[in-house]
């Protein structure tokens, strides 16, 4: 059985600064490329941020470069999103993933978690 369990959402003030995780179980995130995807109410899901097998190698969308940092700790099993200098239009629930195939396409994720939610205020 596979869950990924995302923590570390809540809400802050433009330009501050949230760090997400990702719990992973049933599966050894080793093998996998792990991402963060985002969705704000009424539009779709988007990509944020992926990472292959060892962090050493990572891609963000336009919207989030510079800001967000995406990492892994494969000992832990864990993915982390630190999101600094946030600012109003990064609310949205974020989602961790883990695909087998690279790149920012939802359907390369197989698994999914649950979502946290991120609300930055003006």
């Known amino acids: 059985q596979v869950l990924l369990v995302e923590s570390g959402g809540g809400s802050v003030q433009a330009g501050g600064s949230l760090r997400l995780s990702c719990v992973a179980s049933?599966?050894?995130?080793?093998?996998?490329?792990m991402g963060w995807f985002r969705q704000a109410p009424g539009k779709e899901r988007e990509f944020v941020a992926v990472?292959?097998?060892?962090?050493?190698?990572?891609f963000d969308a336009d919207s989030v470069k510079g800001r967000f940092i995406i990492s892994r700790d494969n000992e832990l099993n864990t993915v982390q999103l630190q999101m600094n200098d946030l600012k109003p239009e990064d609310t949205a629930v974020y989602y961790c993933?883990?695909?087998?195939?690279?790149?920012?396409?939802?359907?390369?994720?197989?698994?999914w978690g649950q979502g946290t939610q991120v609300i930055v205020s003006s």
């Open positions: 990472t292959d097998w060892s962090g050493a190698v990572t």
């Open positions: 049933g599966l050894t995130i080793g093998s996998f490329y």
């Open positions: 993933a883990a695909a087998r195939v690279w790149g920012d396409r939802i359907d390369y994720f197989d698994y």
